[in-house]
C-alpha cells in the first residue's frame, strides 16, 4: 500500500501562485512515476503533469510554461509550482502515485484532493 499525503491548494487571484505538494509513504519501489491530476464537478479527471524517477516530466498543453512539476531528492515527495493561474484551473488536484516496476506495478494510488480556486 502506498499512502499520499497533499497540502497547499486554497484561493487564489487570477495571476497569482500556488504550489501543491504531495509526500507518499509506504510501499514505494523504483522506478515509478508520481504525479497530479484535477477534476472539476460533472467533468473526468484530467491530467496534468507527471514525473518519473531520473525526474523526467510531462505536461498537459493547458499548463504548459505556467506549471512546473518536480521531486525532493528522496523522490518521495512531489511538488507543483503554478504560476499565472486562471480561473478555468479552478479544480479539486489529486496527487497520484503509479509503481512502474516493483509488486505493484501498474496500480494506481491517490492523494484525497486538495482544492485549488482561482478567482477573477
Known amino acids: 500500500q502506498v499512502q499520499l499525503v497533499e497540502s497547499g491548494g486554497g484561493l487564489v487571484l487570477s495571476g497569482g501562485s500556488l504550489t501543491l505538494s504531495c509526500t507518499a509513504s509506504?510501499?514505494?519501489?523504483?522506478?515509478?512515476?508520481m504525479g497530479w491530476y484535477r477534476q472539476v464537478p460533472g467533468h473526468e479527471r484530467e491530467s496534468v503533469a507527471h514525473?518519473?524517477?531520473?525526474?523526467?516530466?510531462t505536461y498537459a498543453d493547458s499548463v504548459k510554461g505556467r506549471f512546473t512539476i518536480s521531486r525532493d531528492g528522496g523522490e518521495r515527495t512531489v511538488y507543483l509550482q503554478m504560476n499565472s493561474l486562471k480561473p478555468e484551473d479552478t479544480a479539486v488536484y489529486y496527487c497520484?502515485?503509479?509503481?512502474?516496476?516493483?509488486?505493484?506495478?501498474?496500480?494506481?494510488?491517490w492523494g484525497q484532493g486538495t482544492p485549488v480556486t482561482v478567482s477573477s
Open positions: 509506504g510501499s514505494i519501489s523504483t522506478p515509478n512515476v
Open positions: 497520484n502515485y503509479r509503481d512502474l516496476g516493483g509488486p505493484n506495478r501498474g496500480l494506481d494510488y
Open positions: 514525473i518519473f524517477t531520473g525526474r523526467v516530466s
